[in-house]
């Protein structure tokens, strides 16, 4: 029978099928952090019991860490106890762990590829769900809660229904300037923040192709805010090319052995998706969200949508967005002015993210009314940052490079945008207090922010960088 | 660890009429810090039921002593964002059993089966017809029945069946949870492990 990418790798992992019941599905990796684990942990130590297969869990500190004085003590006391449970518990069963100033220390889904720990056929889990970062490399990707952690720690197995497959197709070549980042903030612009509910997701499609490992990490990172369980992309020599060399990718014969395997890796030709979308990669132009859910986003050159364009039923939801967010219904988004800039997090904290802001911003100047932070998602990505001159060419802008985290992202450490304050941020939530109480979020491409950084305002990069 | 067992509830409910609640607004990040899974309940939507001075906000409908009882009723797409099961514990430890809406995220989902809350998802009517009986009486009651899968609008007598699974039904009707489960397939993932691909 036909298969999809999904339905192969799936299917190749289950353990056991319960009837009108999930799968026990078998785990390749279990990546794990400070904030997610210790219950999970606390969990399998109650029962009695060890963590069942400690070579296949990766640990790295990276939600609650400061990006300022790593070598200090984490003067916060709560995050400390929190970083030195992982290592404790890490130490007690086995497991790697990259701690606060390991050289391969970062964002647990930069990590993964960039060590060559992701790898495509594989089944991934950890208790974030970005997870879905590492689909990026056609594997299946997923983030878990905290007692799924504590099963797959005891058994390297979940419970999970199989989720209704759907397929995006983007086609055609995207135009200057813009980003994979606008490719996926544009989809759940079109299909919101529940449209992919219940399924699991192949990108597909000639614009997909094109892209970097990196740049199709940015879209699978954000599948999730559609809501979708995870996002892949099918591998292929990009990816091959990608994974190979790094330290943890098979070498040798067996490098062949599996890139053989990997070439398996695609959605057989009549295979059927419960659900298909195409688009089309012309029609895409820079992006920015404007409210409260990442679903609520424009193109940047357009307005806020007016209120008789709301369902009735959503209107109240909507205006209480507005208000949030101080903005008004109908209002065009150019030219506001804004207070923050954050580059960094999973979904653009990589060294091509970086690069292209440097890139952008070489030779101008920092706005004077914008704070912005730069924040590396990996020890790697700052070595190389430096390693390239792009701090330097930072400095020179008046920016500072801090040390790697999710930061500001979701403002568990000291990184918080104060209240009432427009950040404009490469993460990829908006949500209410997502990056600080009160703080007001426009999620966007590096591009945007550089252009936002640059001017102090919401600007088309298109135009202030003549792309 | 075993959960409490779901019976049937028959409860006043809190009502929230709002869409695309996400886990930052169930349990804000800055809560995240704990390393046990104790007191979430006391910080269940933080920034919406507490001002900055920790003062209780009276518009907020946890505040408003008109409205009580075990089962919460959401807008859709109740629980997407983040993964963290910090939002069902903190919905548990609030003492929720239920929560209704005409949407859930998966993760969420998941995490509620987990711990002992029941989504419950009900159609668009339904769940606008509850909001008017509670608009209408704030004392106005639902009914959940997990044996017949039937949630029911006691003011209306309006009845409707919601779908689980009849696996993790069991679980919840039990008290029973996967992690006992998985550990009795030990035998089975061993030898799953002998022959998966390799590399
Ligand atoms: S960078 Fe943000 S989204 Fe990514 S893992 Fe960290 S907190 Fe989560």
Redesign the pocket.
């Known amino acids: 029978m036909a298969k999809t990418l999904f339905d192969k790798i799936w299917d190749s992992h289950v353990v056991k099928t319960i009837e009108d019941g999930p799968n026990v599905l078998y785990i390749d990796r279990h990546f794990i952090h400070e904030v997610t684990s210790p219950q999970a942990f606390g969990g399998i130590k109650a029962r009695g019991i060890q963590v069942a297969r400690p070579n296949q869990v990766i640990a790295t500190p ?2 609650n860490i400061p990006t300022v004085d790593q070598h200090l003590t984490i003067h916060d006391e709560l995050s400390r106890v929190q970083v030195e449970t992982l290592k404790k518990n890490c130490e007690e069963n086995g497991i790697t762990m990259y701690g606060l100033n390991h050289p391969y220390n970062g ?3 930069v990590v993964g590829p960039e060590m060559g720990i992701t790898q495509p056929g594989m089944t991934i889990v950890c208790g ?1 769900s ?1 997870t879905s970062t590492h689909g990026a490399f056609g594997s299946i990707a997923f983030g878990i809660g905290t007692s799924e952690v504590e099963m797959a720690l005891a058994t390297q197995c979940i419970m999970q229904p199989k989720p209704k497959k759907m397929r995006i197709n983007i086609e055609g070549t995207l135009a200057n300037g813009v980003t994979s980042k606008d490719i996926i903030l544009y989809i759940i612009s079109k299909i919101s923040t529940g449209g992919g509910t219940g399924y699991f997701v192949e990108f597909a499609g000639s614009a997909i192709r094109s892209l970097s490992m990196e740049a199709r990490m940015t879209i699978c990172n954000m599948s999730i805010e559609m809501g979708a369980r995870g996002g892949m992309i099918a591998p292929d020599e990009t990816t091959f090319e990608y994974v190979k060399g790094r330290e943890y990718a098979p070498q040798g014969e067996q490098w062949e052995k599996a890139v053989a395997y990997w070439k398996t890796l695609v959605t057989d030709e009549d295979a059927v998706f419960d659900k298909e979308l195409h688009y089309e990669a012309a029609d895409i132009e820079p992006m920015i969200t404007y409210g409260t859910n990442p679903g609520m986003g424009e193109k940047i050159v357009g307005n806020i949508p007016t209120l008789d364009s709301i369902d009735a039923s959503s209107k109240v939801t909507f205006q209480k967005s507005m208000d949030y967010m101080g903005f008004a219904p109908g209002d065009k988004l150019e030219g506001k002015q804004i207070d923050y800039v954050f580059l960094g ?2 979904t653009n904290g990589r060294i091509e993210d970086l690069r292209a802001f440097a890139a952008a911003v070489k030779g101008r100047k920092k706005a004077d009314n914008v704070t912005a932070w730069i924040v590396p998602g990996s020890k790697q990505v700052e070595k190389q940052a430096i390693a390239e001159g792009i701090k330097e060419v930072l400095e020179e802008a008046g920016f500072e490079l801090r040390q790697p985290g ?1 930061s500001a ?2 403002a568990m450490n000291d990184d918080k945008i104060p209240e009432g304050k427009y950040a404009v941020s490469t ?2 939530r908006n949500f209410e207090g997502r990056q600080g109480p009160g703080s007001r979020t426009l999620l966007a491409s590096p591009l945007t922010a550089a252009a936002a950084a640059v001017t102090g305002t919401i600007a088309d990069p298109r135009t202030i960088f003549n792309l | 660890m075993p959960i409490d067992k779901f019976v049937t509830v028959q409860t006043t409910v809190v009502p929230l009429p709002i869409e695309n609640v996400d886990t930052d607004q169930i349990i804000p990040a800055r809560f995240l810090k704990a390393t046990t899974k104790d007191g979430f309940g006391d910080n269940l939507f933080f920034d919406w039921r507490y001002d900055k001075a920790g003062q209780p906000k009276a518009d907020f409908v946890l505040n408003n002593p008109i409205y009580s009882g075990s089962v919460l009723v959401a807008g859709k797409n109740f629980g997407s964002g983040s993964s963290r099961e910090h939002a069902a514990w903190a919905i548990a430890g609030y003492g929720f059993k239920a929560v209704v809406s005409s949407f859930f995220a998966d993760i969420f989902r998941n995490n509620s089966l987990n711990n002992g809350v029941l989504p419950v998802q009900v159609t668009d009517a339904f769940l606008a017809g509850l909001f008017k009986s509670i608009d209408a009486d704030p004392k106005a009651e639902v009914k959940i029945d997990l044996e017949n899968q039937t949630i029911t609008n006691v003011s209306t007598g309006e009845s409707e069946s919601f779908e689980i699974n009849s696996y993790k039904k069991n679980c919840l009707v039990n008290g029973y949870d996967d992690i006992d489960y998985l550990l009795s397939l030990k035998d089975e993932i061993s030898a799953y492990e002998k022959q998966a691909i390799k590399f």
């Open positions: 990276d939600h964002i647990v889904h974030d970005h997090s999973c999710c992202c979701l993460s990829n």
